[in-house]
């Protein structure tokens, strides 16, 4: 009975340390702008201690948040990059290099070109990396659905 207790003890300690850390969560939405113009909204909201770095970043330095949208079906087009929120620019102990980030929130914006009164559903996706002040995790892509 004590090695069941010890093994299942075991068990659940590697569980607990196993544990998938997900410090960023995304959420989506739309700004219209006029009947042809709209602006896609991606916005991570980042766990305290944690922070997500900027789309544009030094070479040597962590992976830039990278934006992309599947225009396919050709029924949109886009304007210009992705907007990105102030955030902070700091000298970064990890990466030993001044680099812009955000913590608790980051809002990002592209602002696209579509027909008139369009009714579409438009995928995308969002590479990024997230650090705290010792650690980084793996670049994560996480998929994005904006809906008109």
Sequence with gaps: MKKLVVVLFLFAAA???AQILEPVKWSTS????SKTEAY???TATIDEGWHLYSQDV???GPVATTFTYDDSSKKFKLV???EEGKGHVVNDKIFEMKIKYFDGKAVFKQK???APNQKLTINGSVEFMVCDDGRCLP???EDLKFEL
């Design 15 to 17: 569980v607990t340390k």
């Design 139 to 141: 670049p994560t892509t």
């Design 80 to 82: 210009d990059k992705t």
């Design 30 to 33: 739309v700004e219209k702008i």
């Design 40 to 42: 896609l909204v991606a």
């Design 58 to 60: 030094p070479e040597g």
């Design 112 to 114: 696209i070109k579509l």
